[in-house]
T-cell receptor, first 111, second 115 residues
Framework: NAGVTQTPKFQVLKTGQSMTLQCAQD?????MYWYRQDPGMGLRLIYY???????DKGEVPNGYNVSRLNKREFSLRLESAAPSQTSVYFC??????????FGPGTRLTVL | AQTVTQSQPEMSVQEAETVTLSCTYD???????LFWYKQPPSRQMILVIR??????QNATENRFSVNFQKAAKSFSLKISDSQLGDAAMYFC????????????FGKGTLLTVNP
């Protein structure tokens, strides 16, 4: 079992460029999440998908869009990257009342 | 909105000793879950222990145990017989009883283990 996978692991963008972070899980989980981690801030929820076909904003959604492509995949898109979006991004998934399982993270730098 | 507070940005412990990491939270819900996650330098988020609010018994996982005080809204993590591999950032997290299963994290405590 691969668990939760994320691509890419590292990315450097210039201000204004766009990119999509990919996340996939093979645990048949219903709910998926995108978090960002900044120094001294813990993890903050960007968007989540409680079930296939639904998405909702989290605590810090501005500048991001998401797509729940199917039950396995949940992508995060930055349409016009800004230096404030420099962060480590984590995808996570959970079944129902179970624990959230996290991917390995993507380190994104926006110059 | 729920908040989670970890008041100790950094802690240190001698190998083989015991250390307690603090966490408090604010909620108006009666049904919820609490978690401690460990993040080593590899950056991977690893579940350490979880506690269901309706359970009075404190959760334990080998050398890790919690002191859950529901009335005080306190959820501390005790690490016994500390090992060098315990050195990491530790995050306390809250999840409400609703169906979206969102986690709210504290800002973390960096634990150093001295040989």
């Amino acid at each position: 079992n691969a668990g939760v996978t994320q691509t890419p692991k590292f990315q450097v963008l210039k201000t204004g460029q766009s990119m999509t972070l990919q996340c996939a899980q093979d645990m048949n989980h219903n709910s998926m999440y995108w978090y960002r981690q900044d120094p001294g801030m813990g993890l903050r929820l960007i968007y989540y998908s409680a079930s296939e076909g639904t998405t909702d904003k989290g605590e810090v959604p501005n500048g991001y869009n998401v797509s729940r492509l199917n039950k396995r995949e949940f992508s995060l898109r930055l349409e016009s990257a800004a230096p404030s979006q420099t962060s480590v991004y984590f995808c996570a998934s959970t079944r129902t009342s179970d624990t959230q399982y996290f991917g390995p993270g993507t380190r994104l730098t926006v110059l | 909105a729920q908040t989670v507070t970890q008041s100790q940005p950094e802690m240190s412990v001698q190998e083989a000793e015991t250390v307690t990491l603090s966490c408090t939270y604010d909620t108006s819900e009666s049904d919820y879950y609490l978690f401690w996650y460990k993040q080593p330098p590899s950056r991977q988020m690893i579940l350490v222990i979880r506690q269901e609010a309706y359970k009075q018994q404190n959760a334990t996982e080998n050398r890790f145990s919690v002191n859950f005080q529901k009335a005080a809204k306190s959820f501390s993590l005790k690490i016994s017989d500390s090992q060098l591999g315990d050195a990491a950032m530790y995050f306390c997290a809250y999840r409400g009883g609703g169906s979206n299963y969102k986690l709210t994290f504290g800002k973390g405590t960096l634990l150093t283990v001295n040989p």
